[in-house]
Every structure is written in C-alpha cells, then in structure tokens.
C-alpha cells in the first residue's frame, strides 16, 4: 500500500482559497480503484467531501462543495489535489487524503469504510 501524505491545509478568511496535495510514496495512485478527501470537524463524523472513480475518471463532490471545490490528480508526480475556493467557515476541518483498493469504493465512493489508505490529515480553518 501507498503512504499518503497531505500538505497545503492552514488559515484563510471567508471566502478564501486553498489548495491541499496528497503526495503517494511506495504505490502508485492509479493502482488503487478510488482516490478522494474526506474531512472531520470536531465532533462530527468523518464524512467525503470529493473522489475520483480511476476507471474513467469519474469525480463526485458532497453537495456543501459543489462548484467551490476541485479533485484533480497528477499522474507523472503521484499526487492528488484538492482546489478549494470561496472558503467557508463550515468548511473548518481536518482535511484527510484516502484511497481505495476495493471495488466497494466504486459504488460507495463516499463510506469511509470502503477505503484501506489514509494520509494523516491536515488541518484548514476558515475564519476571519
């Protein structure tokens, strides 16, 4: 399995941008069947905000990102990207970098369970 580490999280006012990268080491990204972010705010569950289906490339966003947030990925630097703008204060959390070697994933993009590699998380807060 691939060790996933996140980077890019940090302060940014309302409506603010930031961008979060997922760097792989040890696999490769498009070995895995679904790639995405997930974050947890304190005292509420883990919940996915954003993956990619790598057969075809599909992306899916929670409804709360839609047209503020963007998945990406690089292939030739194995790394994930998370584009996030107009930043809100309930966009404050823990952003975690996931993927998946199992086809769950694909019907169930957005169950933690169905992901068995995760980065260590990095924290983005929005305030002013």
């Known amino acids: 399995q691939a060790q996933l580490v996140e980077s890019g999280g940090g302060l940014v006012q309302p409506g603010g941008s930031l961008r979060l990268s997922c760097a792989a080491s040890?696999?490769?990204?498009?070995?895995?069947?679904?790639i995405g972010w997930f974050r947890q705010a304190p005292g509420r569950e883990r919940e996915g905000v954003s993956v990619?289906?790598?057969?075809?490339?599909?992306?899916y966003y929670t409804d709360s990102v839609k047209g503020r947030f963007t998945i990406s990925r690089d292939n030739a630097k194995n790394t994930m990207y998370l584009e996030m703008n107009m930043l809100r204060p309930e966009d404050t959390a823990v952003y975690y970098c996931a993927a998946s070697s199992m086809a769950i994933a694909t019907m169930y993009p957005f169950e933690v369970s169905s992901y068995d590699s995760w980065g260590q998380g990095t924290q983005v807060t929005v305030s002013s």
């Open positions: 040890g696999g490769t990204l498009d070995a895995y069947t679904t």
């Open positions: 990619i289906i790598n057969r075809g490339g599909s992306t």
